[in-house]
């Protein structure tokens, strides 16, 4: 079938993921990935600018984070350790010099595939007391909710979503 511009994939980590230089001489890890629908790659840039999301990128492809400062562990190790690991993906249009290619555009854990789950948790944490913000209107700037902490020992206390983790 071939892949297409923006729709997310099932996938796993493939053989082949490797660090490795850009022209430029900016460093990055490239994810090798293959689902149904074909074989394709994701770069992680490590950049400063984009550190935190090669650090939760890291995280996702199941690296051992405590190891990353290991020359060793990223050329023979990982590699290795990552293949079959379970990413979700999806998939843009890029343009660069007048010409446009098809190119992962990020990836991330796959969905347990019980979203029924994931809805009553939602609002199970909200009647027990978790605060909602109320949603600005548009054009509004957005205040920032007053949250009552939280005891952190509870099990089951709410956590807040980061931002990126968010479906939108």
């Not at 430029?24 to 490239?30: A, V």
């Amino acid at each position: 079938m071939g892949f297409r511009a923006g729709f997310k994939y099932i996938g796993t980590i493939r053989e082949g993921s490797n660090a490795f230089e850009s022209q430029r001489g900016t460093p990055g890890f490239q994810v090798m990935l293959r689902c149904e629908d074909g074989d394709t790659d994701f770069v992680i840039w490590l950049t400063e600018r984009n550190r935190e999301n090669a650090a939760r990128y890291f995280q996702t492809i199941g690296a051992d984070m405590s190891r990353l400062e290991n020359e060793n562990y990223i050329q023979y190790e990982l590699p290795a350790a990552i293949v079959g690991v379970p990413v979700a993906f999806s998939m843009k249009d890029e343009t660069f010099n007048n010409e446009t290619r098809l190119k992962c555009a990020w990836i991330g854990r796959p969905s347990t595939g019980r979203p029924e789950k994931q809805v009553a948790t939602f609002f199970a944490q909200q009647s027990k007391g978790a605060a909602t913000a109320p949603q600005p209107s548009r054009g509004a700037k957005a205040v920032p909710a007053s949250v009552p902490a939280q005891d952190e020992s509870a099990e089951d206390a709410p956590k807040s979503a980061p931002v990126d983790d968010l479906p939108f």
